[in-house]
T-cell receptor, first 118, second 111 residues
Framework: GAVVSQHPSRVICKSGTSVKIECRSL??????MFWYRQFPKQSLMLMAT?????????EQGVEKDKFLINHASLTLSTLTVTSAHPEDSSFYIC??????????????FGDGTRLSIL | DAKTTQPTSMDCAEGRAANLPCNHS???????VYWYRQIHSQGPQYIIH???NNETNEMASLIITEDRKSSTLILPHATLRDTAVYYC????????????FGTGTRLKVLA
């Protein structure tokens, strides 16, 4: 089945640093990828839609200058958390749609990145 | 806001069928119903989806009511590894293709 890979799976860094998370579709091309954030014991919250070759679309309340998204190829989207602070600590998850599939096909999710800011 | 509501938690005995309900009373005619599950500290895993007909695959069955206002995910023989949070999502397969997750149902399979 379709595989989405996220890297790194876990990152711990100091406050004020920027962290880049990669999301790759391994066996399909994805013009659209999605980024979610999940706090402990809560559901997934959609942060933004990543569009290949164009600007990302952010959900209301998500700071686009804080969470930079780049989707430069059909298999890779990156999320950069800039100047991260402890409140940015969370579980970040990406998903991707296969551009070659039917409109109702399910999204495929990565295994998430646990970000801890000290 | 999510367009689905699910019970917060359920228990099921190992080997028995687990029936997880989902209410989507405001579903529109072209919205599909998708089910995913999330095991602790992993990304959501796709289970099944459907529009109006009942669906079955190797993991589960999806029963959608005739008026499409609710559905039930059935795990026919639950195992301990089925312990997870189960999410029901509705989505129009065009435009933004966004998933809006609700709170999900925390299923605990008991030995």
């Amino acid at each position: 089945g379709a595989v989405v890979s996220q890297h790194p799976s876990r990152v711990i860094c100091k406050s004020g640093t920027s962290v880049k998370i990669e999301c790759r579709s391994l066996d399909f091309q994805a013009t659209t990828m999605f980024w979610y954030r999940q706090f402990p014991k809560q559901s997934l919250m959609l942060m933004a839609t990543s569009n290949e070759g164009s600007k990302a679309t952010y959900e209301q309340g998500v700071e686009k200058d804080k969470f930079l998204i780049n989707h430069a190829s059909l298999t890779l989207s990156t999320l950069t958390v800039t100047s991260a602070h402890p409140e940015d600590s969370s579980f970040y998850i990406c998903s991707a749609r296969d551009r070659g599939g039917a409109g109702n096909q399910p999204q495929h999710f990565g295994d998430g990145t646990r970000l801890s800011i000290l | 806001d999510a367009k689905t509501t699910q019970p917060t938690s359920m228990d099921c005995a190992e080997g028995r069928a687990a029936n997880l309900p989902c209410n989507h009373s405001t579903i529109s005619g072209n919205e599909y119903v998708y089910w995913y599950r999330q095991i602790h500290s992993q990304g959501p895993q796709y289970i099944i989806h459907g529009l109006k007909n009942n669906e079955t695959n190797e993991m589960a069955s999806l029963i959608i009511t005739e008026d499409r206002k609710s559905s039930t995910l059935i795990l026919p023989h639950a195992t301990l590894r089925d312990t997870a949070v189960y999410y029901c999502i509705v989505m129009v397969p065009s435009g933004t293709y966004k998933y809006i997750f609700g709170t999900g149902t925390r299923l605990k399979v008991l030995a």
